[in-house]
């Protein structure tokens, strides 16, 4: 990372502000101020490793993907609902199992933030309460669901028929593994 003189000047006026504020991480922040002050530029990124960019940063797009797969499970959940067809929810697709936390950590993040942070989707049907992490890849997933989702007029999406909500349900399955 390239930090010009003055960004340099800023950065350190804030390391010191927080060294006397937590006095706690004083010392390693006066060492990441003090590379800072002496311009050792290959150790600026070392405390920062909670500080995303590149393709770790979620992108608007993602974003809007991880919630609109969030509410496609709370119109598989409120139809499955509204159908009275609750023996379904022993299926394994009509709740929403985050992401993988090896692979998918980013949406896994998002997505737990999403609940947790912003009081989103507080109501949205986990495998289990408050845990995001799928285990397993879950992306390609939900992008076949949502195919089949994105089919059905936004007026009936909440709740769907149940012609629609078994198609969106059945995507789940890789197409290679449909019987």
Do not use: C
Request: proline content about 3%; overall charge negative.
């Amino acid at each position: 990372m390239e930090l010009s003189k003055l960004e340099r000047y800023y950065l350190s006026n804030q390391l010191r502000i927080l060294e006397a504020l937590y006095p706690n991480e004083a010392d390693e922040l006066a060492v990441q101020r003090e590379a800072v002050e002496q311009g050792y530029s290959f150790v600026y990124d070392m405390g920062m490793d909670h500080i995303l960019d590149g393709n770790d940063a979620m992108t608007p797009e993602e974003s809007k993907e991880v919630w609109e797969v969030m509410d496609m499970f709370l119109s598989i959940d409120q139809t499955i609902q509204e159908l009275k067809l609750k023996d379904l929810h022993k299926e394994y697709f009509t709740r929403f199992r985050g992401y993988d936390g090896n692979n998918e950590s980013k949406l896994m993040g998002f997505a737990a933030f999403t609940v947790e942070r912003l009081g989103r989707f507080t109501h949205l049907p986990l495998k289990e309460e408050l845990y995001f992490n799928s285990h397993m890849p879950m992306r390609q997933i939900y992008e076949r669901m949502l195919i089949e989702w994105r089919k059905i007029d936004y007026q009936h999406r909440f709740p769907m028929r149940k012609e629609d909500l078994m198609k969106v349900l059945e995507a789940a399955a890789h197409p290679e593994s449909r019987n």
